[in-house]
């Protein structure tokens, strides 16, 4: 068995999980409050947190079973797109 492997795939599970997590955060909230909180992460995050968020928009946003959820998530990943392109000097 290859133990690092396996390790490596705990890391990723509990990253996405974690992401997740962040993503139904914002559905609870109201839409201020949640473009609020996208703003803010996209902002003060390094990129590699804003490229595993940016991965979690897309899958949440386009595998989420509520049709009202895919589109406010995916009115967050254009508030999440904008803010890290004024605030890093561009998209990656």
């Not at 990129?47 to 079973?65: P, Q, S, V, Y």
Request: net charge neutral; hydrophobic share 45%.
């Amino acid at each position: 068995m290859d133990w690092g492997n396996l390790f490596n795939k705990g890391v990723q599970f509990v990253q996405h999980a974690t992401y997740a997590a962040l993503v139904e955060s914002w559905l609870r909230a109201d839409d201020e409050t949640a473009h609020a909180m996208v703003a803010r992460y996209a902002e003060a995050s390094p990129a590699d947190k804003r490229a595993r968020l940016e991965e979690a928009l897309i899958t949440h946003g386009t595998t989420h079973f509520d049709l009202q959820a895919r589109a406010r998530m995916m009115r967050f990943y254009g508030t999440f797109k904008v803010v890290e392109m004024l605030c890093h000097g561009g998209l990656r």
